[in-house]
């Protein structure tokens, strides 16, 4: 896996050697920036936004924001592996007063969160495919009003998930790149 562009384009993303992290495929990942920079349904843009990186993993879509001019972000993870290759991948992009990394379970995280602590951008909510508990952390995001007014809320499902998002997030667009769909709202 690599940077697709900007600062930090070609940079190599390593992996967790067990197989407990899925991590975000090259394909589907610029397929979603494709989405964030071109559609008039979407309107914040990469560049000086915050993100908040749900089950972050090694922290491919995250990087990929800071390559593009990101101005922060927050890594949400809780799985030591991920955890250890994520710091080893920020690490050699000397960007450190950028990110951040919440060593904990989204949920306990959104759940803890006070409705006047930071707000975001753009949410990126990539849970492993069996996760089918996906409204909560949704249902938290608009409650605590985490997502900033003109903000989007991004879902990386299989496609074959059957989980119906909460009729409380308004679905913007919704894809499918082989093996993934993404659906993107506010």
């Known amino acids: 896996m690599r940077v697709i562009s900007g600062i930090f384009k070609g940079k190599k993303i ?5 197989e407990n992290t899925r991590p975000l495929r ?9 989405l964030i920079l ?4 979407i309107k914040p ?4 936004s915050s993100i908040l990186d749900l089950f972050s993993g090694t922290g491919s879509f995250g990087i990929e ?5 990101a101005n922060k972000i927050a890594f949400v993870e809780n799985h030591q592996n991920a955890i250890k ?10 960007c450190k ?6 060593e904990n379970d989204c949920f306990t995280y959104l759940s803890l969160r006070e409705n006047s602590q930071e707000k975001f ?3 990126f909510i990539d849970p492993p495919y069996k996760e089918k508990k996906i409204n909560i952390l949704i249902e938290n995001i608009l409650e605590k009003k985490i997502l900033l007014k003109n903000g989007i809320i991004i879902i990386h499902r299989h496609k074959k998930d059957d989980v119906i998002i909460t009729k409380k997030m308004k679905i913007l667009d919704t894809r499918v790149y082989g093996l993934s769909k993404i659906v993107i709202g506010n």
């Open 14 to 18: 390593f992996l967790p050697k067990d």
């Open 26 to 34: 090259d394909l589907v990942k610029e397929s979603i920036f494709n």
């Open 38 to 41: 071109h559609s008039k349904k």
């Open 45 to 48: 843009n990469i560049d000086s």
């Open 65 to 69: 924001c800071l390559s593009r001019g």
């Open 85 to 94: 290759v994520l710091k080893e991948n920020l690490e050699k992009l000397n």
């Open 97 to 102: 007063e950028k990110y951040k990394i919440i």
């Open 121 to 123: 951008d753009i949410i």
